[in-house]
């Protein structure tokens, strides 16, 4: 019963003598609806004996003027359903039924249709064969139709991976044999399609927005749109044929998800300076990288993966964040260890290639760790991608944050997985999360391991500020600063302003625990920050710190406790009047009653 949802009248015809379309292959009838889902749905199945019973009733009608949803048209449907018989015949029927009147190439322009786009997106051969031979409407492989896009782009773009994409080329490992649609491609360049003829472009006015001084700006490439999944040999076919390794064209925002590409302000979904390296980057295509590396011309291959797109990010960016559809959505739970192998490798081979980029930053300030946590992947990926990314030694600048003020790029990025995986700072992702807040929570040993590999423990950033000097700032911190001080900290080194870690302990703070229910942690007590904060000194003095050094204000560590103390003391006043104040006045209105 391949029909079932229509063997009964739609509800709109209740009361009506409804007739049958056709019999469904256990004989029940099949009737259609107002609205056309049926012949969607045999469009659908690719279903060409049901499609021409739909066309000889005489109460039904495949194509309409209008649909109140265009992806409700039958040749859309087939051509999402790869349903490409039924495709072929509802075109055969069109030209020869005198009751559609609109020549066929207007009808498809109208409906944005264009056959030979389809049949080559799809690499059907036999399909664009056919349209060829019968000099169909709309049927060159030279000309522009469909979003301006010849049949070669169209090729291109519908090109799929096969395999898992990790393939490796080199002298071990040749590169793989092309697929059907890349030989496919391969065909439409013998038959002379041309790589240059088929990149598109947008016309950019200069000034005002009506001027008529326009000058062409490269939108896609033929490279650009085959570069996701194409393989070493099809990639080196394009470049022979003239395709620009290093040509900068738009490109989708990798940061933004599907339905924000479709946002109607370009800075939202469009990004430029686009290179086939950052695509091949962003969708970890080994063969598709090893091909542009190899066919890279004079740049060497340390310029090449440090080229920029318009934001500053370099094709490292771009892997780490990975196309939406190949991001690993797994949850990552304790058992889990599903880590994309050729994401890492990707990673890997970018970070070798130049180990400087490790600390490139995008134009917002982003850096690797920004872009590693923005993945849709799970914890237990994350942190790998993190241990792999410390691996390279980053330096402590790369660390640091414009404006400590204000939440980091990174730590909005932590808080988005958070929200998407529905687990608000899982413990799996709690040193990378601390690693992005700069300290709003303990942060483990581990970590700071981690961190302090390669570097020394008393090194200093731009304030000359040491690890000890940011840490103490914070006191849920205290089990990491006291490991920081067994390794040998400076407990008596200046900043620019004189400070040491003991006057910074005096500006430091304690983030109130809440409860499930959203109430204050009654298990944090309300004097834990200054209970806290005695003990931190004690530690620090313990280690020789001194209390007595003045900054280049002429304070001491001392002095800043006192007038710390002093505020407390006024604070505490000023609540128990307030507190007084309020039990008179309700004594007050009892008396009266």
Same mark, same amino acid.
């Given at each position: 019963?391949?029909?079932?949802?229509?063997?009964? #009248?739609?509800?709109?015809?209740?009361?009506?003598?409804?007739?049958?379309?056709?019999?469904?292959?256990?004989?029940?009838?099949?009737?259609?609806?107002?609205?056309?889902?049926?012949?969607?749905?045999?469009?659908?199945?690719?279903?060409? /004996?049901?499609?021409?019973?739909?066309?000889?009733?005489?109460?039904?009608?495949?194509?309409?003027?209008?649909?109140?949803?265009?992806?409700?048209? #039958?040749?859309?449907?087939?051509?999402?359903? *790869?349903?490409?018989?039924?495709?072929?015949?509802?075109?055969?029927?069109?030209?020869?039924?005198?009751?559609?009147?609109?020549?066929?190439?207007?009808?498809?322009?109208?409906?944005?249709?264009?056959?030979? =786009?389809?049949?080559?997106?799809?690499?059907?051969?036999?399909?664009?064969?056919?349209?060829?031979?019968?000099?169909?409407?709309?049927?060159?492989?030279?000309?522009?139709?469909?979003?301006?896009?010849?049949?070669?782009?169209?090729?291109?773009?519908?090109?799929?991976?096969?395999?898992?994409?990790?393939?490796?080329?080199?002298?071990?490992?040749?590169?793989?044999?092309?697929?059907?649609?890349?030989?496919?491609?391969?065909?439409?360049?013998?038959?002379?399609?041309?790589?240059?003829?088929?990149?598109?472009?947008?016309?950019?006015?200069?000034?005002?927005? =009506?001027?008529?001084?326009?000058?062409?700006?490269?939108?896609?490439?033929?490279?650009?749109?085959?570069?996701?999944?194409?393989?070493?040999?099809?990639?080196?076919?394009?470049?022979?044929?003239?395709?620009?390794?290093?040509?900068?064209?738009?490109?989708?925002?990798?940061?933004?998800?599907?339905?924000?590409?479709?946002?109607?302000?370009?800075?939202?979904?469009?990004?430029?300076?686009?290179?086939?390296?950052?695509?091949?980057?962003?969708?970890?295509?080994?063969?598709?990288?090893?091909?542009?590396?190899?066919?890279?011309?004079?740049?060497?291959?340390?310029?090449?993966?440090?080229?920029?797109?318009?934001?500053?990010?370099?094709?490292?960016?771009?892997?780490?964040?990975?196309?939406?559809?190949?991001?690993?959505?797994?949850?990552?739970?304790?058992?889990?260890?599903?880590?994309?192998?050729?994401?890492?490798?990707?990673?890997?081979?970018?970070?070798? /290639?130049?180990?400087?980029?490790?600390?490139?930053?995008?134009?917002?300030?982003?850096?690797?760790?920004?872009?590693?946590?923005?993945?849709?992947?799970?914890?237990?990926?994350?942190?790998?991608?993190?241990?792999?990314? !410390?691996?390279?030694?980053?330096?402590?600048?790369?660390?640091?944050?414009?404006?400590?003020?204000?939440?980091?790029?990174?730590?909005?990025?932590?808080?988005?997985?958070?929200?998407?995986?529905?687990?608000?700072?899982?413990?799996?992702?709690?040193?990378?999360?601390?690693?992005?807040?700069?300290?709003?929570?303990?942060?483990?040993?581990?970590?700071?391991?981690?961190?302090?590999? *390669?570097?020394?423990?008393?090194?200093?950033?731009?304030?000359?500020?040491?690890? !000890?000097?940011?840490?103490?700032?914070?006191?849920?911190?205290?089990?990491?600063?006291?490991?920081?001080?067994?390794?040998?900290?400076?407990?008596?080194?200046?900043?620019?302003?004189?400070?040491?870690?003991?006057?910074?302990?005096?500006?430091?703070?304690?983030?109130?625990?809440?409860?499930?229910?959203?109430?204050?942690? #009654?298990?944090?007590?309300?004097?834990?920050?200054?209970?806290?904060?005695?003990?931190?000194?004690?530690?620090?003095?313990?280690?020789?710190?001194?209390?007595?050094? #003045?900054?280049?204000?002429?304070?001491?560590?001392?002095?800043?406790?006192?007038?710390?103390?002093?505020?407390?003391?006024?604070?505490?006043?000023?609540?128990?009047?307030?507190?007084?104040?309020?039990?008179?006045?309700?004594?007050?209105?009892?008396?009266?009653?």
């Amino acid at each position: 019963m391949a029909y079932h949802p229509f063997h009964q #009248p739609h509800s709109d015809f209740e009361g009506q003598d409804v007739e049958p379309i056709f019999y469904d292959t256990d004989g029940s009838p099949v009737y259609d609806d107002p609205y056309g889902a049926l012949m969607g749905y045999i469009a659908s199945k690719n279903d060409v /004996a049901a499609l021409k019973l739909y066309q000889d009733h005489p109460k039904t009608k495949i194509f309409w003027e209008a649909y109140d949803n265009p992806f409700w048209h #039958p040749l859309l449907v087939a051509e999402e359903s *790869g349903s490409f018989d039924a495709l072929r015949l509802m075109l055969e029927i069109y030209l020869a039924d005198p009751s559609y009147t609109e020549p066929l190439d207007q009808y498809l322009k109208r409906i944005g249709f264009s056959p030979i =786009n389809v049949a080559c997106a799809a690499a059907q051969k036999e399909l664009m064969l056919w349209l060829l031979d019968h000099a169909f409407p709309q049927a060159t492989i030279h000309d522009r139709f469909k979003c301006e896009e010849t049949p070669l782009f169209s090729a291109a773009r519908g090109l799929k991976r096969e395999d898992d994409g990790s393939s490796i080329c080199d002298d071990a490992n040749p590169p793989r044999p092309m697929n059907k649609h890349e030989e496919f491609i391969c065909f439409l360049l013998d038959q002379g399609c041309s790589v240059a003829d088929s990149n598109i472009y947008v016309k950019q006015s200069e000034g005002d927005h =009506n001027s008529l001084n326009q000058t062409a700006e490269l939108e896609g490439t033929v490279l650009g749109a085959a570069i996701p999944n194409a393989g070493y040999k099809m990639v080196s076919r394009l470049i022979a044929e003239g395709a620009k390794v290093h040509a900068c064209q738009i490109w989708l925002d990798p940061t933004k998800t599907e339905g924000e590409w479709f946002d109607t302000t370009d800075i939202l979904r469009k990004r430029k300076g686009v290179t086939a390296l950052h695509i091949a980057s962003l969708n970890w295509n080994l063969e598709g990288i090893h091909a542009l590396i190899d066919h890279r011309g004079d740049l060497s291959v340390a310029e090449m993966v440090s080229k920029a797109d318009e934001n500053g990010r370099l094709p490292l960016h771009w892997a780490l964040l990975g196309y939406y559809n190949d991001r690993n959505t797994n949850t990552d739970e304790n058992n889990q260890t599903e880590i994309p192998p050729r994401m890492m490798t990707t990673i890997k081979l970018l970070l070798e /290639a130049n180990p400087d980029t490790i600390n490139a930053r995008s134009q917002l300030g982003e850096s690797v760790f920004n872009f590693a946590v923005q993945c849709h992947a799970g914890p237990a990926t994350i942190i790998a991608i993190v241990d792999m990314l !410390l691996d390279a030694k980053p330096l402590a600048s790369t660390f640091e944050y414009p404006d400590p003020l204000s939440r980091t790029a990174l730590q909005d990025a932590v808080d988005n997985h958070a929200d998407r995986s529905g687990r608000n700072r899982d413990v799996n992702l709690h040193d990378v999360y601390v690693l992005a807040v700069g300290g709003d929570e303990p942060i483990g040993i581990h970590m700071i391991k981690r961190l302090l590999e *390669g570097t020394s423990i008393n090194d200093t950033d731009g304030d000359g500020c040491t690890a !000890l000097h940011y840490l103490v700032r914070d006191l849920d911190q205290i089990d990491a600063i006291q490991y920081l001080i067994s390794l040998g900290a400076d407990v008596n080194v200046i900043n620019h302003k004189g400070n040491t870690p003991l006057h910074e302990v005096m500006k430091s703070t304690m983030i109130r625990r809440m409860g499930e229910d959203g109430l204050p942690d #009654p298990s944090q007590p309300l004097d834990s920050p200054y209970t806290t904060r005695e003990e931190l000194i004690q530690m620090l003095v313990d280690a020789g710190g001194s209390m007595d050094q #003045p900054n280049k204000a002429g304070q001491t560590p001392a002095q800043l406790l006192d007038e710390l103390n002093e505020r407390r003391r006024r604070k505490a006043d000023v609540d128990r009047q307030r507190a007084q104040r309020g039990r008179g006045r309700g004594r007050g209105c009892e008396s009266q009653r």
